[in-house]
């Protein structure tokens, strides 16, 4: 049985930083993606960031795109998003998922397993 568990929410000021923290357990090798989603109150569903445990690729959405990096700890079975330079529009839970065959999918129907989600409060 796989299960995500994250850690690394918070509260944090405008331009302000954190790191968000995914490990995946379960998987017996590292044929498979991690996403990265999140979802503010109100709104649906959103895709960030991805990354292939494999080799290593990454996808980053535009809301991503020069303030967030998504890392892989292979060893671990962990991936962090960091994310830098935050805003108050950045305010969601944010949820990493897994898609068991190693997809690059870039929304939320193409992952099997889902993390509990962790609160981003961006706020001044």
């Known amino acids: 049985q796989v299960q995500l568990v994250e850690s690394g929410g918070g509260l944090v000021q405008p331009g302000g930083s954190l790191r968000l923290s995914c490990t995946a357990f379960?998987?017996?090798?590292?044929?498979?993606?991690i996403g990265w989603f999140r979802q503010a109150p109100g709104r649906g569903r959103e895709g960030v960031a991805c990354?292939?445990?494999?080799?290593?690729?990454?996808f980053y959405r535009n809301v991503a795109k020069g303030r967030f990096t998504i890392s892989r700890d292979n060893a671990n079975h962990t991936t962090y998003l960091q994310m830098n330079s935050l805003k108050v529009e950045d305010t969601a839970v944010y949820y990493c998922?897994?898609?068991?065959?190693?997809?690059?999918?870039?929304?939320?129907?193409?992952?099997?397993?889902w993390g509990q989600g962790a609160q981003v409060s961006v706020s001044s």
């Open positions: 379960g998987f017996t090798s590292h044929v498979y993606t």
């Open positions: 990354i292939s445990m494999g080799d290593g690729s990454t």
């Open positions: 998922a897994a898609n068991r065959y190693g997809t690059m999918g870039r929304l939320a129907g193409a992952y099997d397993y």
